[in-house]
């Protein structure tokens, strides 16, 4: 069990966010945590996938139908 487990102002400070994202991030059971008493940890592995799970590759760039003036 190597996971570390972040705080809530732990993981905004990750996402570039305030905490209030990642208080309704786990309101809405969107993100896996953990309760420890009274106290929510988000593992850093569940942090890393809904990362992966919510990125947009880009597209390839796709051709023009106009050509460049010569």
Do not use: C, N, W
């Not at 996402?15 to 059971?29: D, H, Q, S």
């Amino acid at each position: 069990m190597t996971d570390r487990y972040l705080s809530v102002d732990q993981v905004a400070e990750v996402l570039g966010t305030t905490p209030r994202f990642p208080r309704r991030l786990i309101a809405e059971r969107r993100i896996t945590f953990v309760k420890v008493g009274r106290h929510v940890r988000i593992p850093e592995s569940a942090l890393a996938a809904y990362i992966e799970a919510h990125t947009v590759q880009p597209l390839r760039p796709r051709r023009s139908r106009y050509r460049k003036a010569a």
